[in-house]
């Protein structure tokens, strides 16, 4: 009988043991997912800015746009025709993301940016 109590008790502690694991994966996966949406909102915000610079060179951000539940808000900084984009995003779970490119713009219509650097959450 002591060997009994003694097996159960081993086997729940195993068993308890696993489910902490596999629950601490489940939230590291969903802390992935939140963080992709979040680095997919800035991403859309640095597209956004591209699009934005090839119609008007003296364009010059845009804030609280929505996004896939979250918000975007991108700033521009610098002389034409080099500017640097910076995009920050925050996602509907609270997770932020920074996406930063230095882009060069041409000086005629249509407007050609060039990307030389792109920083992501640094």
């Not at 934005?52 to 610098?78: E, K, M």
Request: glycine letters at 6%; proline letters at 2%.
């Amino acid at each position: 009988m002591l060997l009994t109590v003694f097996m159960v008790a081993l086997l729940s502690a195993v068993v308890i043991g696993m489910l902490q694991i596999n629950t601490e994966e489940i939230q590291l996966m969903q802390n992935h997912v939140y963080a992709a949406q979040a680095f997919a909102a800035a991403e859309a915000g640095l597209n956004e800015a591209f699009a934005q610079l090839r119609t008007n060179s003296s364009w010059t951000g845009i804030a609280d746009v929505p996004f896939n539940g979250g918000a975007y808000t991108v700033t521009v900084a610098g002389l034409l025709p080099t500017l640097t984009l910076t995009s920050l995003a925050d996602s509907a779970e609270g997770f932020q993301a920074e996406a930063e490119a230095d882009v060069i713009v041409s000086t005629t219509s249509p407007y050609i940016v060039r990307v030389d650097q792109l920083r992501i959450n640094e």
